[in-house]
């Protein structure tokens, strides 16, 4: 099937590719994100084939169906970025990647909280030019210490489990609680607990209307002053201009994210010879208890490998009339 794929790097473009050899469908790569200007570019493709930063809104939807195009597929577990209200309305089918290493997502926030706590990044430039001091690097045991996890679904259920193995106590927050959470020695509190005493909390629940901006003003002000905060979920879970008042009143200790509210115009591409007009970003990258990463918790050879062969079998089955395993509901 003729497939648009939309902010296809040239990983996406050799992996995809590779998955889609005994398939066979034609892929048409485009480098640009899909967006009411780029759509006409999938004119003639039934399939588009999107990323989480692509635009996916109602408009750009009566776009893509007036040309023809029957099936979203977003190489994403997430799909806030697509509105299925609207696709269902048009006759069109979304499918995602419900299943792709959530090890990957949960190893990846690990690794941040351990960059931000023991300033592995600060250090690693410092001795680069030469500096040994250890002044300013100081950080605390994880041991012994309190994690707090929100959504405790596949990838927070397994960071959870890591921190257990650091020695952590971990408390969660679920609209769904899950009893592997509670066996493997979790405790579920009402979020408000879990913010006044948790040393890190983390995020692992989707965006949604409800959890958008589930770290506002009001909910840092209970957090227990100097906490860590981890986001690699999505950016618009957290209120970023919050967050900045926070790390400059002290009441958070240090903040590591991978996403953010406002990095569709700025990640997954070089921007270091340009000016940078995002002057949030530039702001919190400064701090030096902040850590930033673009979006590449997933970035594994297992979850890329696991994303692009989904993606192909999701194709094919529309294709033939087959029933969709990873549809996103259009309600
Ligand atoms: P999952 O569905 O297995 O788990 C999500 C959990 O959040 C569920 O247990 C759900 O009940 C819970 N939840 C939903 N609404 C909630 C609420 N209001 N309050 C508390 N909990 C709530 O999903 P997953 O595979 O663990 O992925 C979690 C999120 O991670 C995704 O939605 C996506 O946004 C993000 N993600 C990020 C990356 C990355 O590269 N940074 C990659 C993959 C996924």
């Known amino acids: 099937m003729k497939t648009a794929v939309f902010s296809a790097r040239r990983y996406d473009q050799t992996l995809l590719t590779e998955a889609n050899r005994c398939a066979g469908h034609e892929l048409v790569f485009i480098q640009d994100r899909l967006t009411a200007e780029t759509a006409p570019l999938a004119r003639g493709c039934p399939a588009v084939c999107v990323f989480v930063n692509d635009c996916v809104d109602a408009d750009v939807l009566q776009l893509l169906a007036d040309q023809g195009t029957r099936l979203v597929a977003t190489r994403s577990t997430g799909y806030n970025h697509i509105d299925a209200v ?8 979304v499918v995602r990647v419900t299943d792709y290493s959530p090890h990957s997502v949960a190893e990846f926030a690990v690794g941040l909280l351990l960059a931000v706590n023991r300033k592995i990044a600060r250090a ?4 680069r030019e030469g500096n040994f001091e250890l002044e300013g690097l100081m950080g605390f045991d994880l041991h012994g210490k309190t994690v707090g996890v929100i959504g405790t679904g596949k990838i927070g259920g397994i960071f959870a489990r890591i921190m257990r193995g650091f020695g952590c106590t971990v408390l969660g927050h679920d609209r769904h609680p ?9 405790q579920y509190v009402p979020v408000r607990e879990l913010l006044a005493r948790s040393d890190v909390i983390s995020l692992h629940c989707p965006l949604t209307e409800e959890t958008h901006h589930i770290v506002d003003a009001e909910s840092l002000s209970h957090v227990k002053r100097g906490a860590i905060l981890v986001n690699t979920s999505r950016g618009g879970l957290v209120d970023t201009e919050a967050t900045v008042q926070a790390l400059k009143s002290g009441q958070l200790g240090g903040l590591a994210i991978d996403v953010y509210e406002q990095e ?12 940078i007009t995002d002057d949030l970003i530039q702001r919190l990258v400064s701090f030096p208890n902040v850590i930033v990463t673009g979006h590449q918790a997933f970035f594994t050879v297992e979850a890329i490998g696991q994303i692009m062969a989904t993606t192909v079998d999701s194709i094919t089955a529309f294709e ?10 259009a309600a």
Not at 180 to 185: D, H, L, N
Not at 264 to 275: G, H, K, N, R
């Open 264 to 275: 569709a115009s700025l990640f997954f591409q070089d921007l270091s010879s340009t000016i």
């Open 86 to 93: 609207a696709a269902g309305r048009l006759g069109m089918a």
């Open 178 to 186: 899950s009893e592997a959470f509670e066996q493997m020695g979790g």
């Open 124 to 127: 690693s430039m410092r001795t």
């Open 320 to 329: 033939r009339g087959q029933p969709l395993d990873h549809r996103v509901p």
